[in-house]
């Protein structure tokens, strides 16, 4: 256990659904991650909240939202969504974000299957 | 665009054997080097940092950066069946000015034959 909870564990959606992910973490930690892992790619930087302000959106599409209202929690708000989004997503927390020397622990990850 | 370069693998080595674990990146201006466990199934779980040239040492775990190159190595002596996993290699990087993101590579795989 690394301090940092995600659910739900896995997730079937349609395209037309609307879902959350949630995050927690009990690190005392002031910035939080969201990674997306797909198969044979590496690991792809989502969104990053710092003192649960969004600090860096990377290019990622507007049918993920992602919330932090608290430096402990980090939601993933999904809408339809398209079957190239199935990957496992992963939350991730540090002591602060914008430093370089920034140790991030992850979550267990969420196993999103879009049909 | 700011990259990290793994072998893929697999990577095999016998039990007991040292596991040679390489890394490359391109961002001269990257300060610090993450090695991350990843097995099957699971999410990565941190097990080495490293931020000046050299080697450090955690049990049976070393990590070697070589900034001059940027090269980061992670050696496993003794390695065992339960060390078989994929292995993440991972730089701060900048995104919009912050150094605090990390830029993952793909990872290499080791088996670990008993």
């Known amino acids: 256990e690394t301090g940092v909870t995600q659910t739900p564990r896995h997730l079937v959606m349609g395209m037309t659904n609307k879902k959350s992910l949630k995050c927690e973490q009990h690190?005392?930690?002031?910035?939080m991650y969201w990674y997306k892992q797909s198969a044979k790619k590496p690991l792809e930087l989502m969104f990053v909240?710092?003192?649960?302000?969004?600090?860096e959106n990377n290019s990622v599409p507007s049918r993920f939202s992602p919330e932090c209202p608290n430096s402990s929690h980090l939601f993933l708000h999904l809408h339809t969504l398209q079957p190239e989004d199935s990957a496992l997503y992963l939350c991730?927390?540090?002591?602060?974000?914008?430093?370089?020397?920034?140790?991030?622990?992850f979550g267990p990850g969420t196993r999103l299957t879009v049909l | 665009q700011k990259e990290v370069e793994q072998n893929s693998g697999p990577l095999s080595v016998p039990e007991g054997a040292i596991a040679s674990l390489n890394c490359t990146y391109s961002?001269?201006?990257?300060?610090?080097f993450f090695w991350y466990r990843q097995y099957s199934g699971k999410s990565p779980e941190l097990i080495m940092f490293?931020?000046?040239?050299g080697d450090k040492e955690d049990g049976r775990f070393t990590a070697q950066l070589n900034k001059a190159s940027q090269y980061v190595s992670l050696l496993i002596r003794d390695s065992q069946p339960s060390d078989s996993a994929t292995y993440l290699c991972?730089?701060?990087?900048?995104?919009?000015?912050?150094?605090?993101?990390?830029?993952f590579g793909k990872g290499t795989k080791l088996s670990v034959k008993p």
């Open positions: 991730a927390s540090s002591s602060l974000a914008g430093m370089a020397y920034n140790e991030q622990f």
């Open positions: 690190l005392g930690h002031n910035a």
């Open positions: 909240y710092n003192f649960k302000e969004q600090t």
């Open positions: 961002d001269r201006g990257s300060q610090s």
């Open positions: 490293i931020y000046s040239n």
């Open positions: 991972a730089v701060n990087g900048n995104y919009g000015g912050s150094q605090g993101n990390l830029i």
